[in-house]
């Protein structure tokens, strides 16, 4: 069996590197548009952008996978792809067996009339990192906008002295995606000065500020953290996507029987929502990897992972267990001035667990939602998850 | 270069170079060591590249963080010589030790 894989990212590593571990028997062939070997995202925007040159520290896979000989790696962008046949379309035709879409999305960028090129950045590749920190050294006001997890990370690792680092937010409040209170603590310590419902209409070359609602805000570099879209051309061309995402079943299979996608293009039930949802993270990527993996090696199981997630702010550490709804409830489980810990639920039923500087709490969580649901009032009884996964196994 | 020598969960032991200050998931990662899953990838937060020294990494090391510390108290049973591969920085002191991959992640 020949098996195509479309982006050489975090899902598709994990699928190649779970294949070989299962003595897959057949062969690989992936498509990489990036011309490096594949690396991890999620440290670009953390310290590690601090040394954007260090390019091995951050490789995705083992040598050893990298090098095996069922894998063969084709530095080419892929133009389409025709499921009927099998047929991926580079420069040249390549058929196979099998088509996997792990395209991943792209960073949004805005247009902002009158912003140079050269002041407006990204961070989404390793190229973007190096583009931004060879603009650095000059740039004594930074404007990120977006008020995401991105942007946060962006202010804590690019804070410095002599540098004034400003987080714009068109919406009425910074990281709408978690609770008030858990993010009131990171905006606390940001380094970055937080404007919410910030309008910008243009950016001033020659006083080098960005004009808004606001009034002008200094900007001798413009970071947009505006969020991601899906890489769905492909699948789109060929009537198996949307700009939502590539559907997927709970095997990763999409409308084709022979293209399955993975990784955070891939739109599918989420079990722990109990909805259809498109996600971003590391462990999307991976769970929707080893479901395929799972298939392709003849052991199919559904997709059945609960969603994690973590971000570094400084000396922060966010770890979110579970996943929840924007208009879910909060409730403050734990709150001294190191730590904080937020619930977020539906009634009672626990939907996800916001943990700062807490991992005790973030892994009690998951495992007691890889056990069952978690109850608020069982929760709020024993005044921790850590004390209720304990009481659940005694 | 300093090696460290890994043994890895089917009991192979493995000579894995590494560079000073680099961790031992990044040295055991190029080396393709078996059995380290090390899930978010160094980012502290999945407890899945757990690694067991021994008593010839004592005064070598600091203590885990909290932060660390926490996340392995719910990897797969712990020991006291625990440590997770991604939170241990290498200098020189370490060329020469051995350690031992956990035989389970999760
Ligand atoms: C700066 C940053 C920080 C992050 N931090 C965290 C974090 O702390 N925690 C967390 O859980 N998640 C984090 N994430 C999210 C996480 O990195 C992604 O969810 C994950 O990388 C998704 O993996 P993927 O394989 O689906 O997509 P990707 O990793 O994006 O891989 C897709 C690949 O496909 C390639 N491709 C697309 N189309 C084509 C084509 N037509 N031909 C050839 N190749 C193609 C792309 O170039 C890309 O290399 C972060 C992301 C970024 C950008
Ligand atoms: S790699 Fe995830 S905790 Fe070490």
Redesign the interface.
């Known amino acids: 069996m020949k098996i195509g894989i479309v982006g050489a990212g975090q899902a598709a590593c994990t699928l190649i590197a779970e294949l070989i571990r299962g003595q897959f028997d057949g062969n690989i062939l992936v498509f990489n548009r990036e011309s490096r070997s594949p690396y991890?995202r999620?440290?670009l925007s953390k310290s590690w952008l601090k040394n954007p040159t260090d390019t091995?520290?951050?490789?995705?896979l083992?040598?050893?996978?990298e090098t095996h000989s069922s894998v063969q790696w084709i530095q080419e962008h892929v133009q389409a792809i025709e499921p009927d046949n099998g047929a991926i379309l580079t420069n040249t035709r390549h058929t196979v067996d099998h088509i996997v879409l792990a395209t991943g999305t792209r960073a949004k960028r805005l247009t902002i009339d009158g912003l140079p090129s050269d002041k407006s950045h990204v961070i989404r590749t390793v190229d973007d990192a190096v583009r931004l920190n060879h603009k650095l050294s000059d740039a004594l006001n930074i404007a990120i906008l977006g008020a995401g997890f991105l942007a946060f990370e962006l202010a804590s690792s690019l804070d410095h002295p002599e540098r004034t680092i400003r987080v714009l937010a068109r919406g009425n409040r910074a990281l709408p995606q978690i609770s008030a209170k858990a993010a009131e603590r990171l905006v606390d310590q940001s380094p970055a000065s937080v404007y919410v419902g910030i309008r910008i209409d243009r950016y001033d070359e020659e006083s080098a500020v960005l004009v808004t609602n606001h009034g002008p805000i200094p900007a001798d570099l413009v970071i947009m953290a505006v969020g991601a879209e899906p890489n769905t051309e492909l699948a789109k061309a060929c009537d198996l996507g949307s700009h939502e995402g590539i559907p997927t079943d709970s095997f990763m299979q999409t409308n084709h029987p022979l293209v399955s996608a993975i990784g955070e293009v891939s739109l599918h039930d989420q079990p722990h929502l109990g909805e259809s949802a498109r996600i971003e993270s590391?462990?999307e990527a991976?769970d929707t990897a080893i479901t395929l993996a799972k298939r392709l090696l003849g052991q199919p199981e559904p997709f059945s992972a609960t969603p994690?997630f973590?971000s570094?702010q400084g000396d922060l550490?966010l770890?979110i267990a579970g996943l929840c709804a924007r208009s879910d409830e909060e409730s403050c489980l734990l709150d001294t001035e190191t730590e904080r810990v937020v619930i977020r639920h539906r009634g009672d039923q626990i939907t996800a667990v916001e943990a700062i500087?807490?991992?005790?709490e973030?892994?009690?969580a998951r495992?007691l939602f890889e056990e069952d649901g978690i109850s608020l009032k069982a929760t709020l009884e024993q005044g921790s998850l850590f004390r209720l996964l304990q009481s659940s196994r005694s | 270069m300093p090696q460290l020598i890994c043994i890895d969960p089917a009991e192979q032991a493995i000579n894995v170079t590494f560079e000073l200050g680099e961790t031992i998931l990044q040295a055991t990662h190029r080396a393709g060591v078996d059995g380290i899953i090390a899930e978010c990838g160094g980012g502290c937060s999945c407890a899945t590249c757990q690694v067991i020294l021994n008593a010839d990494w004592d005064e070598t090391l600091d203590a885990p963080s909290a932060q660390e510390a926490d996340m392995l108290s719910f990897a797969i049973d712990p020991t006291p010589y625990s440590r997770l591969a991604c939170q241990v920085e290498l200098n020189e002191k370490h060329d020469g030790l051995r350690l031992l991959v956990a035989k389970r992640q999760y």
């Open positions: 991890q999620p440290p091995q520290s951050i490789r995705l083992p040598e050893p996978i590391i462990s991976n994690w973590w570094d550490k770890q500087n807490a991992a005790k973030f892994m009690a495992r």
